[in-house]
């Protein structure tokens, strides 16, 4: 493991804490520094306790007789739409002229950033501030990254409108 990766080779709450600080309050300097050196499989650690946490919040607020497995289901479609847009992210890029990121990298970009806001959308009528939190955080990583303003701004803008439009046919296709 290399040196730069040895501090995000534990995982926890501890870290979950730790990342999401300083993705907070800094996030310019999350995605230049930590972010950039963390391997994706940290980024998706951190997605996912970070939805089991806003999971386990959400149910709490529902009748007792609301399903865990519902909870299940709000993990997977976080982790899933993260998955869905970063390769929608990805797909983006290979189009967009000269631009080279790996997949692994753009998928850290994604999971960091939907990783906070996902720790507040579990509260009745967040979701349009955290979902534009998130994007506004994918577009922070994307410049730290590498990208030139516009080459960002068309990631986010096509990467948003393909993952609404995937979630639209698939709604559309469910009735």
């Given amino acids: 493991m290399k040196a730069s990766n040895m501090k995000f080779a534990t995982f926890g709450i501890a870290s979950l ?3 999401s600080g300083a ?3 800094a996030p310019g300097r999350f995605f230049s520094h930590e972010g950039k050196s963390a391997h994706w499989t940290y980024a998706l650690v951190l997605l996912t306790l970070s939805s089991l946490l806003a999971s386990v919040a959400s149910q709490l607020l529902k009748p007792p007789e609301a399903s865990w497995l519902n909870a299940g ?6 982790i899933g739409i993260v998955l869905i847009s970063t390769l929608f992210g990805v ?3 290979k189009i967009t002229p000269a631009v080279s990121m790996s997949f692994g990298r753009v998928f850290s970009i994604y999971a960091f950033a939907g990783s906070l806001p996902i720790l507040i959308s579990w509260i009745p009528g967040a979701i349009l501030l ?4 998130k994007w506004w955080l994918i577009s922070i990583g994307l410049l730290r990254g590498g990208l030139l303003w516009w080459q960002a701004a068309a ?4 990467s948003f409108a393909l993952t609404m439009l995937f979630l639209s046919s ?3 296709l469910s009735r």
């Fill in 17 to 19: 804490a730790k990342s």
């Fill in 23 to 25: 993705l907070l309050t």
């Fill in 73 to 78: 289901l709000f993990v997977l479609n976080a």
């Fill in 91 to 93: 797909l983006i890029l």
């Fill in 130 to 133: 955290t979902e534009a939190w």
């Fill in 155 to 158: 990631v986010v803008v096509g």
């Fill in 170 to 172: 698939l709604i559309l």
